[in-house]
């Protein structure tokens, strides 16, 4: 029989060391477990045995790997875009790589693909702050983010051209009956509108002398990127000059107010406020050049059109609503030269935030970098078209002049 002692034991001249494993006879064993210096040892107590070793071992492993995170949480962050785009040019061209570029914080190995090096998350932070700041337009948009299989989003928008007691939002029926008397239901009748993800890309090609320079590299890429993006993304969806998204301007679900003139007159702008389907969240949106003749133009009789109002709105209200002075914004007679717009029933679908990379050999000969930046963007208006009144006006959350 097996045994395992519970205790120190000398057999003669060998000494037993305690948690030792005896092969014995049933008499010299039963002796033993009796004066409880030996236990019986069988394959439960075996598999025990085996447990609590598993047990220490992992314990030891958990130690060492809370220790190496301790490590890596310690290690120094990216102390600017500069630097970072440096460490990764760096381990293009000289192979020496930045512990940093590999850490796992979620930022993507330098590993050589198509003749470049992938850039890692932090720039597209860098790069996707400064587009937000930038942007006027798309940031008071409806936003939604599109799954990993799809390329765009079917929408339903309510069939709605005039409004009245039998077209209530598409179809609504409200009936007044007699007790007793069948009701009729309603369908409602719906468009359907097909919103496709259309990429958008940028590519700066930086000497090495700027790239030698991590402060000056910083404000090059801030200056040509992240604002171009935010521009590229607000003209998008007021114009639509690469298609990239649905425009506001000369769209059927935009409401279009005729000015005599180049510029709007008090009645003119009070018939844009009025056609607005939902004036407490619209703002207007206007040109330079449309916003210092509407500073002249303060009252109608002794009502004030234009207000400054520092805490509502930097520049300002008209009719009480926010004014914003866009850089979209066309010339006198075009439409997106004054607007008033429910930005919230415009949709902007995107897909996975910006994806970069650079390249050392695109401009080898020219001794410079390319870098690339691409996003997926696309966009139109949640209603189908604008809805006559019964009393014959025409309005929609989205209004410009014509």
Same mark, same amino acid.
């Given at each position: 029989m097996k045994v395992k002692?519970?205790?120190?034991?000398?057999?003669?001249?060998?000494?037993?060391?305690?948690?030792? !494993?005896?092969?014995?006879?049933?008499?010299?064993?039963?002796?033993?477990?009796e004066k409880k210096e030996a236990i019986v040892y069988v394959e439960e107590v075996e598999k025990q045995e085996i447990n609590k070793e598993l047990e220490k071992m992992t314990t030891e492993i958990k130690v060492e790997e809370k220790a190496d995170i301790k490590v890596i949480s310690e290690e120094p962050t990216w102390k600017s875009m500069g630097e970072f785009l440096g460490a990764v040019v760096k381990a293009g061209r000289e192979h020496e790589i930045d512990k940093r570029l590999i850490k796992s914080t979620?930022? @993507?190995e330098t590993t050589p693909a198509d003749g470049g090096y992938t850039v890692g998350t932090d720039l597209a932070k860098f790069i996707t702050q400064q587009a937000q700041a930038a942007a006027v337009i798309e940031p008071k948009c409806s936003h939604m983010e599109i799954g990993p299989n799809y390329t765009g989003i079917k929408i339903p928008q309510l069939n709605e051209t005039t409004r009245s007691i039998t077209t209530l939002f598409g179809g609504v029926r409200v009936y007044c009956v007699a007790e007793g008397? #069948?009701?009729t239901p309603f369908k409602q009748a719906y468009y359907q509108k097909?919103?496709?993800?259309?990429?958008?890309? #940028?590519? @700066?090609?930086?000497?090495?002398?700027l790239l030698q320079d991590n402060t000056a590299l910083e404000g090059f890429i801030r200056m040509n990127v992240g604002k171009a993006f935010a521009w590229t993304k607000d003209n998008e969806i007021i114009n639509g000059t690469l298609t990239a998204a649905t425009a506001i301007v000369n769209n059927a679900a935009t409401a279009e107010v005729t000015f #005599?003139?180049?510029n709007?007159?008090?009645?003119? !702008? #009070?018939?844009?406020?009025?056609? @607005?389907? @939902?004036?407490?969240?619209?703002?207007w949106y206007m040109s330079t050049h449309q916003y210092s003749h509407l500073i002249a133009l303060a009252t109608t009789g002794t009502f004030p059109l234009f207000q400054p109002s520092f805490t509502t709105a930097p520049a300002g209200t008209l009719l009480g609503r926010p004014i914003n002075i866009i850089e979209q914004a066309g010339v006198e007679t075009d439409e997106s030269a004054f607007m008033f717009l429910d930005l919230t029933d415009y949709l902007v679908i995107g897909k996975g935030g910006i994806q970069e990379a650079v390249s050392i050999h695109v401009k080898f000969l020219e001794d410079e970098t390319a870098?690339?930046?691409?996003?997926?963007?696309?966009g139109a208006p949640l209603m189908a078209s604008t809805i006559t009144l019964p009393d014959g006006s025409v309005v929609s959350s989205l209004v410009t002049r014509d």
């Amino acid at each position: 029989m097996k045994v395992k002692l519970l205790k120190d034991k000398e057999d003669g001249a060998v000494k037993l060391i305690k948690d030792s !494993i005896l092969e014995v006879d049933e008499k010299t064993g039963a002796e033993m477990i009796e004066k409880k210096e030996a236990i019986v040892y069988v394959e439960e107590v075996e598999k025990q045995e085996i447990n609590k070793e598993l047990e220490k071992m992992t314990t030891e492993i958990k130690v060492e790997e809370k220790a190496d995170i301790k490590v890596i949480s310690e290690e120094p962050t990216w102390k600017s875009m500069g630097e970072f785009l440096g460490a990764v040019v760096k381990a293009g061209r000289e192979h020496e790589i930045d512990k940093r570029l590999i850490k796992s914080t979620g930022q @993507n190995e330098t590993t050589p693909a198509d003749g470049g090096y992938t850039v890692g998350t932090d720039l597209a932070k860098f790069i996707t702050q400064q587009a937000q700041a930038a942007a006027v337009i798309e940031p008071k948009c409806s936003h939604m983010e599109i799954g990993p299989n799809y390329t765009g989003i079917k929408i339903p928008q309510l069939n709605e051209t005039t409004r009245s007691i039998t077209t209530l939002f598409g179809g609504v029926r409200v009936y007044c009956v007699a007790e007793g008397i #069948a009701k009729t239901p309603f369908k409602q009748a719906y468009y359907q509108k097909d919103i496709q993800l259309k990429k958008l890309c #940028a590519v @700066n090609y930086v000497t090495d002398e700027l790239l030698q320079d991590n402060t000056a590299l910083e404000g090059f890429i801030r200056m040509n990127v992240g604002k171009a993006f935010a521009w590229t993304k607000d003209n998008e969806i007021i114009n639509g000059t690469l298609t990239a998204a649905t425009a506001i301007v000369n769209n059927a679900a935009t409401a279009e107010v005729t000015f #005599a003139g180049a510029n709007p007159t008090a009645a003119e !702008i #009070a018939q844009m406020y009025t056609a @607005n389907l @939902n004036r407490a969240r619209a703002e207007w949106y206007m040109s330079t050049h449309q916003y210092s003749h509407l500073i002249a133009l303060a009252t109608t009789g002794t009502f004030p059109l234009f207000q400054p109002s520092f805490t509502t709105a930097p520049a300002g209200t008209l009719l009480g609503r926010p004014i914003n002075i866009i850089e979209q914004a066309g010339v006198e007679t075009d439409e997106s030269a004054f607007m008033f717009l429910d930005l919230t029933d415009y949709l902007v679908i995107g897909k996975g935030g910006i994806q970069e990379a650079v390249s050392i050999h695109v401009k080898f000969l020219e001794d410079e970098t390319a870098f690339r930046w691409t996003t997926r963007f696309g966009g139109a208006p949640l209603m189908a078209s604008t809805i006559t009144l019964p009393d014959g006006s025409v309005v929609s959350s989205l209004v410009t002049r014509d």
